[in-house]
């Protein structure tokens, strides 16, 4: 190659007008409003020296009217490529504010499309780290017609690869939908927000005064809306959090999630489970302490833990391999099932089900959460979901009652006849169609009301109805339960399931897809 030729001239100089268009000054912009700029976020995720971009020297498309000014950048406000993250092939997109605020135009839109489709054809997963104004103003209805495609790609892809939103900026308007659609959304605390319509319209429509981080920051997206699965307090512990979490998920749809090495120390036979239930059925304990006395240490990766806090979900892994954990939290409104949190199970559910990941149930749930606003916000339509999630999920699923599993909610948690592979209990489990008062209330009403002294019935037929049916030996006698066991061999006997289902294969009717409850 001619080294002094006219075309490996103009290669280095279009090498170097890129290394001057990303200028410390442009970074300075982020930096001051405590944010990376595209490239150190790229450079953060990935394995040192793997990343390959491609489409840097592409230019924005012109706008089809002189409106506003579209500028001549190399790359079009976004970073696109792939590289090695712990070791596996994953596809990205970086949006760069610092180019016309990251905002989308046709050009920027098409790369990302074409990651899209990459990431689909090789089978890994794809992670959008986005910090864009919305659609380019300039650009008009192409720039939406990318919005189109870059959605249509995210939901062609669903079940298939993993897709991952990072928010580390604004994701305003029409454009929020993209991260909605992937499979986990990602936020940073304070420097991210995500709204369908702005502070600024808030006040025009409604005359109401919200600040952006009241209206879509991290906080509210991970309590409230449920949005947000997972925040964190700057964009390297997001970053670095993200590559822990992508260590638990399979690349694809047809592989299995990676095993890791168990340094064994959570022992199989495990005596501190037996003391973590309390005796009185009515106080509360931490579910999450029995979570980390089953799996490995240390392993438990919790999902949308600040929305719904009383249906606790994440992964685990047990002697190295991923499991899906769904478990009741009766240190929040006493486990109950409510809207929130039967879609949230219902969500994740469905992803383990979609990535070969095995669920694992705790069960300690009283019912479902009684209430006018609960009826008229749809708990049935809601609590069908994740009826609906448990019942269609083929991969292996093992449920254990620690202690109440009362009516439909004890039907919903993954029983044995909604498909639950093994299904085992522990002693203290309570399992019947409802709790004691109410049920000693539906069948003695008058002989209470005609009695002496009401209080001493009442306690009389709750304790035989506790001794007589809120036991897990009727279950266990009946075959609804598969056996009662020791809490101390917990670890032991589902690891030992787990691995009896290692092959387990269900055959599916052919059909369009189910239709759920939405
Ligand atoms: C073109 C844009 C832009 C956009 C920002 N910029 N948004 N350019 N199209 N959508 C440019 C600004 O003109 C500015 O250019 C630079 O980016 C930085 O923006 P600032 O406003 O100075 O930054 P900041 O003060 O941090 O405010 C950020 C912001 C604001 C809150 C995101 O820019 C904003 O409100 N933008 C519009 C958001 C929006 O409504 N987007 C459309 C959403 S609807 P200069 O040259 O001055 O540096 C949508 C439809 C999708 O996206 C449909 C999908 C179905």
Known sequence: MDLNGKNYKAFLERQE??????????AEKQHLKGKLTAHERINLLFDPGTFEEIDA?????ASPVEFGKVEKSYGDGVIVGHGKVNGRLVFAYAQDFTIMGGSLGIVHAKKIAKIQEMALKMGSPIIGLIDSGGARIQEGVASLSGYASIFHNIIQSSGIIPQISVIMGPAAGGAV????????VFMVNHTSYMFVTGPNVVKEVLNEDVTFDELGGAEIHARKSGVAHMIYDDEENTILALKKFLAYLPSNNVENPPVVPDDGSVPEINEKLREIVPDDPNKAYDVKEVISNIVDRNSFFEISELFAPNLVTGFARLKGKTIGIVANQPKVLAGVIDIDSATKGARFIRFCDAFNIPILTLEDVPGFLPGVDQEHGGIIRHGAKMLFAYSEATVPKITVILRKAYGGAFIVMNSKNLGGDFNFAWPTAEIAVMGPDGA?????????????DPVALKNELVK???DKLANPFIADESGYIDEVSDPAITRKKIISAFTALSNKWVKVPARKHGNMPL
């Open 17 to 26: 007008a890129i290394k001057k268009q990303y200028s410390a000054k442009r």
């Open 57 to 61: 020297f592409v230019t924005p498309a």
């Open 177 to 184: 939908y993209s991260p909605a659609l992937t499979d986990f």
């Open 440 to 452: 000693v209330a539906v069948l003695y009403r008058k002989e209470l009301a005609e009695s002496p």
């Open 464 to 466: 035989k109805y506790r």
